[in-house]
């Protein structure tokens, strides 16, 4: 039983950071919000016994990506279409 709403609040989740990542017009926040799916995903991933699997995504998705993308922000605009 505590299963089952484990996994409908980590669903919840990622369904609410994916919505996050696509109505956010700042890149950057957008960004962490990915980062957020990311680690909710390897947080699924170990749920699932899969904890080689969860250490990979929680450390190339939610870590190094986020990484990359937040230095590539910095070198462009914040807001998606110029500034608000």
């Known amino acids: 039983m505590i299963e089952v709403a484990i996994h409908t609040l980590v669903i919840a989740g990622l369904i609410a950071s994916a919505l996050m ?3 956010f017009r700042d890149l950057l926040a957008a960004t962490l919000a990915a980062g957020f799916f990311s680690f909710l995903i390897s947080v699924e991933f170990y749920i699932l ?3 080689d699997v969860a ?16 230095i590539a922000i910095r070198a462009t605009s914040r ?3 110029g500034q608000p």
Do not use: K, M
């Open 79 to 81: 807001y998606e279409g």
């Open 55 to 70: 250490i990979s995504q929680a450390a190339i998705g939610a870590g190094l990506t986020t990484a990359i993308f937040i």
């Open 21 to 23: 990542v696509f109505y």
């Open 49 to 51: 016994q899969a904890p």
